[in-house]
Antibody, heavy 116, light 108 residues
Framework: QVQLQESGPGLVKPSQTLSLTCTVSGGSISSGSYYWSWIRQPAGKGLEWIGRIYTSGSTNYNPSLKSRVTISVDTSKNQFSLKLSSVTAADTAVYYC????????WGQGTLVTVSS | DIQMTQSPSTLSASVGDRVTITCRASQSISSWLAWYQQKPGKAPKLLIYKASSLESGVPSRFSGSGSGTEFTLTISSLQPDDFATYYCQQYNSYFALTFGGGTKVEIK
């Protein structure tokens, strides 16, 4: 059974780049035909889709974040990553990684706080 | 972008009640609609995909219906474990994915 685990700094300074990694276990990230996604959720608010990367490496991003987001995959490490640049307090949220569309497997989430 | 509008935003119900949540898309998404359940501090859990298909392991009291722009999630007999927040999500691959605003199901 595939499992996902987010990792990365819990605190990022304003204007810097948020970087998170999702490590996949229990299956190869390059096998099958899956989308691998990032979703976030500010405290007390709803879910926001950030973007996805396909097994082939193609990406799609939320238009509202597109200019600041990069999602990449490292098949040798069975990981995919999120980079969000020029962060502000509005980017403070729990960040989730997920497999598939719809998301059949999710990480537990990691809280990222943007603060000086 | 496709906007997803969920209603109601909050719902108060009792154990045993039949509960219906509605999700409307701003344009047709065919049947590319999923429903998730989320409990505090936990990741969302997939309940329904392709508008009406029940995810493996999900109790049969959950059901989904609809196509095009209007969709519903029904819980036939609300159980104590069902008090949570529910989200719809459109996953039409031609567009950016979007979630509804959520419906919190509370104890009456």
């Amino acid at each position: 059974q595939v499992q996902l685990q987010e990792s990365g700094p819990g605190l990022v300074k304003p204007s810097q780049t948020l970087s998170l990694t999702c490590t996949v276990s229990g299956g190869s990230i390059s096998s099958g035909s899956y989308y691998w996604s990032w979703i976030r959720q500010p405290a007390g608010k709803g879910l926001e889709w950030i973007g996805r990367i396909y097994t082939s490496g193609s990406t799609n991003y939320n238009p509202s974040l597109k200019s600041r987001v990069t999602i990449s995959v490292d098949t040798s490490k069975n990981q995919f990553s999120l980079k969000l640049s020029s962060v502000t307090a509005a980017d403070t949220a729990v960040y989730y990684c997920a497999r598939g569309e719809p998301g059949t497997a999710w990480g537990q989430g990691t809280l990222v706080t943007v603060s000086s | 972008d496709i906007q997803m509008t969920q209603s109601p935003s909050t719902l108060s119900a009792s154990v045993g009640d039949r509960v219906t949540i509605t999700c409307r898309a701003s344009q047709s998404i065919s049947s590319w609609l999923a429903w998730y359940q989320q409990k505090p501090g936990k990741a969302p859990k997939l309940l329904i995909y392709k508008a009406s298909s029940l995810e493996s392991g999900v109790p049969s009291r959950f059901s989904g219906s609809g196509s095009g722009t209007e969709f519903t999630l029904t819980i036939s007999s609300l159980q104590p474990d069902d008090f949570a927040t529910y989200y719809c999500q459109q996953y039409n691959s031609y567009f950016a994915l979007t979630f509804g605003g959520g419906t919190k199901v509370e104890i009456k």
